[in-house]
């Protein structure tokens, strides 16, 4: 099984800032990685797939890079809804999830 | 747009068999493009993918469930459906339903449906 590792477990920003949130596989995933955003008493929703691509209407300020084993979601200029918990998801090797990054505002 | 919705009991007892559907609407369940699929998510912590079934009726399981679960689909219904036997208290979670898709990843998701095991 590919494990995730997300960093940090909480991270603490104020609106208008800038978002860094990391996912490290255990082994190479290729680009076969997705972040959702979840609120809370929400499903998730999908932001990124294949590590780089938004999904359809994700904002601008939403972008990811990375691949084979590092990744990262960034957040340009955070908006008050921006805080949530993130998860990052692999599909190179059937399907797992890392343990989620909490954004919470400053 | 494709909606999704779970339904179930929310109230399983332990050892017995969770039994949880899940509704399409807004397009058809014999759609190509989708595997209907089933993700957990235990109280506060992170989502685990269970199984995912193509119209067709071809299945992928999580190894860890492969032993307790089926999943199944009902064309003439709009309906997949999952079964989750010999229930443990470990298995009260959030149940979503969502679909999966080879260029994405699982992009529509139902509101979830919180399944406890007590007795």
């Known amino acids: 099984e590919i494990v995730l590792t997300q960093s940090p477990a909480t991270l603490s920003l104020s609106p208008g800032e800038r978002a860094t949130l990391s996912c490290r596989a255990s082994q190479s995933v290729s680009s076969y990685l997705a972040w959702y955003q979840q609120k809370p008493g929400q499903a998730p929703r999908l932001l990124i797939y294949d590590a780089s691509n938004r999904a359809t209407g994700i904002p601008a300020r939403f972008s990811g890079s990375g691949s084979g084993t590092d990744f990262t979601l960034t957040i340009s200029s955070l908006e008050p809804e921006d805080f949530a918990v993130y998860y990052c998801h692999q599909r190179a090797n059937w399907n797992t999830f890392g343990q989620g990054t909490r954004l919470e505002i400053k | 747009q494709v909606q999704l919705q779970e339904s179930g009991p929310g109230l399983v007892k332990p050892s017995q068999t969770l039994s949880l559907t899940c509704t399409v609407s807004?397009?058809?369940?014999?759609?190509?493009?989708?595997?209907w699929t089933w993700i957990r998510q235990h109280a506060g912590k992170g989502l685990e993918w269970i199984a995912y079934i193509f119209y067709s009726g071809s299945s992928y399981y999580n190894p860890s469930f492969k032993s307790r679960g089926t999943i199944s689909v009902d064309t003439s219904k709009n309906q997949f459906f999952l079964n989750l036997t010999s229930v443990t208290a470990a298995d009260s979670a959030v149940y979503y339903c969502?679909?999966?898709?080879?260029?994405?990843?699982?992009?529509?998701w139902g509101q979830g449906t919180l399944v406890t095991v007590s007795s």
């Open positions: 969502a679909t999966y898709t080879r260029e994405t990843a699982f992009d529509i």
């Open positions: 807004g397009g058809s369940i014999k759609s190509g493009t989708y595997y």
